[in-house]
């Protein structure tokens, strides 16, 4: 038996991996998905929240299990996994990136020129001084063209506003600690929201020990599941 600590990218909460939990559960694992402060269940102001609060949180999260984790993070959730890794990386057996921001020592979300004038996203995306909202009518669109109704349903009633400031953290990374955690990269071919080109692009300036393929959209926690359930336990 692994345990799985699943942290969600921005506009998401945990629910976004009620499937994976279920899957990862029914094979005999234990499965944690904390809501990131101001997402969620969590109420944490929006002023309030910044990286070094979303690290604290998966920190405690996995400081209160009694075995080292898988630890997973999903788009912008890659930048929290990082820190994470850093900080205990004696509790993390493997940083797994799930279509993830991966960026460098130094860099930050802003860095890796994700959101340029030609990206899909930018139509949707309304960035202000203090958060970023994106609208509901571009979420099948960008992140679950793949996925059923239900949850794209789920996902409009569900999605959260995210601080402007955690793509503003850089990275602080060394060897001693978040490099001796090993690394896997789950890139999906068909995203609209990461291009693969993009996602390749990152995983070669920090390069990963294992990539894994999946040809689905920006969400297969949602689009391909049990794939995805059968690729965390394969690590």
């Not at 299990?65 to 912008?76: A, N, Q, R």
């Not at 820190?83 to 799930?98: D, F, G, H, K, T």
């Not at 060394?174 to 080109?197: F, H, M, S």
Request: glycine share 8%.
């Amino acid at each position: 038996m692994s345990t799985f600590v699943l942290v969600h990218g921005a506009f998401h909460g945990a629910w976004c991996w009620y499937k994976v939990i279920a899957g990862l559960e029914a094979r005999g694992h234990r499965a944690i998905a904390p809501d990131l402060p101001g997402h969620g269940l969590d109420r944490t102001p929006m002023e309030k929240c910044n990286l070094g609060l979303y690290v604290s949180t998966v920190v405690a999260a996995i400081e209160a299990e009694e075995e080292p984790v898988v630890l997973v993070g999903h788009s912008l959730g890659g930048l929290t996994v990082t820190q994470v890794a850093e900080r205990v990386p004696e509790r993390v057996r493997s940083v797994v990136y799930l279509t993830a921001m991966l960026a460098p020592d130094g860099q930050n979300g802003g860095d890796l020129n994700l959101i340029t004038e030609d990206s899909p996203t930018t139509q949707y995306l309304e960035v202000g001084e203090l958060a970023m909202t994106f609208r509901t009518e571009g979420l099948r669109e960008i992140f679950y063209h793949q996925c059923p109704a239900e949850d794209v349903a789920l996902a409009s009633l569900l999605a959260s506003p995210e601080p402007t400031v955690i793509m503003e953290a850089p990275m602080r990374t060394t060897e001693l600690n978040y490099g001796r955690v090993p690394r896997v990269y789950i890139e999906c071919t068909e995203d609209q929201a990461i291009p693969i080109a993009k996602q390749r692009e990152w995983y070669g300036v920090v390069p990963c020990q294992r990539v894994i393929t999946m040809e689905t959209d920006h969400s297969p926690f949602f689009s391909a599941p049990a794939d995805l359930v059968a690729h965390l336990e394969s690590i």
